[in-house]
């Protein structure tokens, strides 16, 4: 726990990272390379810093986003999009460098994600000055959000405006390829939600991990390197998570899964909004495997209308 650090709901959380358009490909049947496959496709508007805003937003937390989205029509729904859901984008930047980011999934009969592309260059626009104007929103935040998508300097720079704020840093490594650039940071994570892939890059270990017992064994290998909080995402098997008095093991909800995107932000955001309303860490978890389970069973990023009586509703005993 960060020295002087209490949980404030009222105040409002800042989130930085990425933003753009999701289009998800689920194929109906087998993969057939080489060719046309009949599948179902569907758009919408993700990226995990926007995701975990409008969750946050949904479930009544006051959120401020810093983003970045282009000049163009997707930039300007986005938007609308957010201000609809409660979030405050008055810090977002709309650049002419760079079009909207985008996200493009392909995810089998099953529900796995097989593989995915992204272009968040427009990310690359948060510059550190950029983030040092906003040093207001530090100081008036009950904490902040970072995804893997900040440049290397801008998550310096977050980093230092948030110690100097006294306010508690929450972090998703996003994806394997940005994990390492979390790594030399670790001490400084409040809570950290990495997959078990993005979590071995983070403990430098040289070939994945996987099951239950060594997740366990790497979350409690990110809080002796200074994490507070970290939580071990598993999929299908659930999820591992440990602090310096605690750790435990949440299984997943057996539920249908019509699109695994969005999933592991939902999870991030209710366990940060239950943290923030001073629920124990052991329930917080289990809100966050309900907010994954239902974002699974919805054809796209964000549950519309997720609430913390249908979290409750889902929970695991």
């Not at 996200?103 to 099953?110: F, P, Q, S």
């Amino acid at each position: 726990m960060i020295e002087g650090f209490s949980p404030n709901p009222e105040a409002p959380a800042l989130v930085i990272g990425g933003a753009g358009v999701d289009i998800v490909g689920r194929f109906k049947g087998e993969i057939r390379s080489g060719t046309s496959n009949p599948a179902q496709i569907r758009s919408s508007f993700g990226g995990v810093a926007r995701n975990v805003a409008e969750n946050l937003a949904r479930l009544g937390q006051p959120v401020n986003l810093i983003t970045a989205v282009g000049e163009d029509d997707d930039g300007i729904r986005l938007l609308q999009g957010l201000r609809l859901a409660g979030v405050n984008t008055d810090s977002i930047l709309c650049t002419s460098q760079y079009d909207t980011g985008s996200y493009l999934a392909v995810i089998d009969a099953r529900g796995a994600l097989q593989f995915a592309l992204d272009d968040m260059r427009a990310i690359s626009s948060l510059t550190p000055n950029l983030l040092r104007s906003c040093a207001h929103l530090f100081k008036d935040a009950s904490l902040l959000f970072m995804d893997g998508n900040l440049p290397k300097e801008s998550l310096r720079v977050a980093l230092s405006l948030a110690r100097k704020a006294h306010i508690p840093v929450c972090v998703d490594p996003t994806s394997v390829s940005l994990a390492a650039r979390m790594q030399p940071h670790l001490d400084r994570f409040y809570l950290m939600t990495p997959n078990i892939a993005e979590a071995s890059v983070l403990c430098g270990k040289d070939t994945p991990v996987s099951g239950r017992r060594q997740a366990l064994e790497v979350a409690n290998t990110l809080v002796t390197q200074g994490v507070n909080i970290a939580i071990i995402t598993l999929a299908e098997l659930g999820l591992c998570y440990a602090t310096s008095e605690t750790n435990g093991y949440i299984p997943a909800i057996k539920t249908t899964i019509v699109d695994p995107t969005g999933a592991g932000d939902a999870l991030s955001a209710a366990v940060i909004f239950a943290l923030l309303n001073a629920i124990d860490l052991d329930d917080a978890v289990r809100l966050g495997v309900s907010a994954a389970s239902l974002t699974l069973r919805y054809r796209g990023a964000v549950v519309p209308d997720l609430s913390l009586e249908k979290l409750y509703d889902q929970l695991v005993i």
